[in-house]
Nanobody
């Protein structure tokens, strides 16, 4: 079973920064991609940022220029640096791993951005 250790979510004010961390245990070295999704109340889960095994990154249009994903050389830990946070960034953020073309999500960590 894949196990995730997600941390970093908290309450911040608009304009501040936050850094999320995710360590995934029990994944193969050659996974397809790792990253973050988020889900706000009443909305479907959406992609925030991913990084592929080869280092290529992908970001949602709403976070481009503000968020940055990075990876430890062990390739089982990723960070999401979130700058210039907005109230609309409020959501539960889920760590994500794509393994053998199947997505697996963690329990999630709450990020709340106040005015």
């Amino acid at each position: 079973q894949v196990q995730f250790v997600e941390s970093g979510g908290c309450l911040v004010q608009a304009g501040e920064s936050l850094r999320l961390s995710c360590e995934a245990e029990g994944i193969p070295f050659g996974y397809n991609a790792m990253g973050w999704y988020r889900q706000a109340p009443g909305k479907q889960r959406e992609l925030v940022a991913t990084i592929r095994l080869n280092g290529a990154t992908n970001y949602a249009d709403s976070v481009k220029g503000r968020f940055s994903i990075s990876r430890h050389k062990s390739r089982n830990t990723v960070w999401l640096q979130m700058n210039s946070l907005k109230p609309e960034d409020t959501a539960v953020y889920y760590c994500y791993v794509n393994i053998y073309q199947r997505g697996v999500w963690g329990q999630g960590t709450q990020v709340t951005v106040s005015l």
